[in-house]
């Protein structure tokens, strides 16, 4: 009865999340942003070389590909394009089977950032998609909001360690998730941001879902737990003992279901 009503309660929560997302097609392609975030979208605003040529660029990370930081009236962006990981990534690297725009990721990223939003949880924005169909197959792009002046736990914790207060934040809030049936694909601690305020946040929802169920809880905590036991063995001056668990946990633990 419990996942029938976190169904209901996630639906009625999703359409209410979109409802400020408006979406055009222009040929092949269909756009969708918000208007407020922004403004005035065009297929050429998903090529990091647009605002290379608009001397917007703030920055650039790697990873399986570039994701491009840059800035448009006074905010912060990052524009990240999907990519493939594994096996499979080297012979179909940015494709993906089309089934319908409600299936792509770009869409299904984009409804659930903006759903736990509306929710009140820290996580980015999503400004804008695009889905570029072909066939059978898709490419997409996606732009979130930048997290002002924030870093990754895992550079924090190869200069410094973190307080009980922080990692009791970090518990507070998967357990947060948890709670709304929030299912973090890729829960590590690169995905774990942390501001100048020390607030703690959450990116990258790429292949994360609402989920039934309850036994998955604790595997996820797990992935997290795995996470920092694997920096701490590549490098022993990483700032983490395994005794600081404890206290993600009481944050954790601090949070009724």
């Not at 909001?145 to 307080?163: H, M, R, T, Y």
Request: charged share 20%.
């Amino acid at each position: 009865m419990s996942l029938i009503y976190n169904k209901a309660l996630f639906i009625g929560n999703l359409h209410n999340s979109m409802s400020n997302i408006e979406q055009k097609t222009i040929g092949d392609s269909v756009l969708l942003f918000e208007q407020n975030l922004l403004a005035n979208v065009s297929i050429a605003m998903f090529s990091p070389q647009y605002w290379h040529d608009q001397h917007k660029v703030i920055g650039q990370a790697m990873g399986r590909g570039v994701t491009t930081f840059f800035q448009e009236n006074g905010r912060d962006f990052v524009l990240r394009h999907y990519r493939r990981g594994g096996l499979i990534g080297k012979l179909l690297s940015n494709q993906y089977l089309y089934t319908g725009l409600h299936h792509t990721r770009a869409w299904q990223e984009m409804q659930l950032l903006n759903t736990m939003y509306s929710w009140g949880l820290p996580v980015p924005r999503a400004a804008a998609a695009k889905i570029n169909k072909r066939g059978l197959v898709y490419t997409a792009d996606i732009i979130l909001e930048k997290i002002p002046e924030a870093q990754d736990v895992f550079n924090v914790l190869n200069g410094q360690p973190l307080s009980s207060n922080i990692w009791q934040q970090i518990g507070t809030l998967i357990k947060q998730l948890h709670n709304k049936q929030v299912f973090h694909h890729d829960l590590n601690i690169h995905n774990i941001m942390l501001d100048k305020h020390n607030k703690v946040w959450l990116i990258d929802f790429d292949k994360c879902q609402i989920q039934g169920g309850e036994s998955w809880k604790a595997q996820n905590l797990q992935r997290l737990l795995r996470s920092l036991r694997k920096e701490k063995n590549k490098n022993p001056g990483f700032f983490w003992q395994e005794t600081q668990w404890q206290w993600c946990m009481e944050g954790y633990d601090s949070i009724n279901p």
